[in-house]
């Protein structure tokens, strides 16, 4: 492959991606978790919840993409103020397992129709075609980069080396 | 419209957006970055500033998705490792003009090459069209955001008070 050497960002692809992910989760925030006191991290670990069910620290540190130790912390803020519960789970006593309290999922249902707002107004002006696209796509991306072979990635960390 | 009250976040796009954004961050910035004391969030300051050259820190603030006073901080942090210089620009004094040192642009050249790899990654076997189709409506995400009106925002911050 050609390497390029000058940086078009308004056509590469991971900015774009953090561009318009940043701007939703921004304004999702002001406008509708502000006032509820949630963060949009907190929201992302009550989503999942809502969306997959209780699940083990570990699942849910990948499911919301957010590091062990910082979910660590949240999760303990978030059992605080009642809307989480966190319990050991029955088949294995080292996994701590987590759930939504049922004022947690009080607040959820509260707060989706406001998510699906802000998903209609980022999607405006899509067509259902290039709507179904893009998430395909984004689903493959995640895919791709949650595939890619340790090997790889460990020749790029050994060059700290060089 | 009619209202869901179930989350499926493998539908939902603010999710699918910041899911793929998060992974490829996380990656180049272990992969690439963490060798040279850079987080991803300095690489973004400076990849804006070689893409678009120099900036005010308003307009970087605007093109980083950063917020004023974070970027700030950044700015500073990577001024005092010489690899950005900020200096009053020359027809407002009161504005200040970031740009990338001779040292910032020399990594920078670095690591667009990496950057490029890691895009290549994320983007395998979607097709040309797919490619452009991502990009082409993750910018009109972003500027359906950005272009939402005012009213729309303030109404649902007022519901506070409610």
Redesign the interface.
Known sequence: ?K??????????????????????????G???L??HQLSIVMW?VM??L???GSQSQINLAELT?IDASTLSRIVTRLVRTGLLTRTRSTTSSREVVVMLSAKGNAL??RL?????E?????????SAD??A???R??????G???G?PAA??KS??K??AI
């Open positions: 492959m390497q390029r050497t000058k940086l078009d960002l308004g056509e590469f692809l991971p900015y774009l991606v953090n561009r318009a992910g940043m701007i939703i989760a921004e304004q999702f002001i406008e509708t502000a006032r992302r989503a999942v809502a969306s997959n993409s959820v249902a989706i129709p406001q998510a699906y802000i998903e209609a107004a980022a999607a405006a002006g899509l290039e709507l696209v893009v998430k796509c984004l689903r493959r991306i995640y791709n980069m949650k890619r790889v990635r790029h960390q060059r700290v």
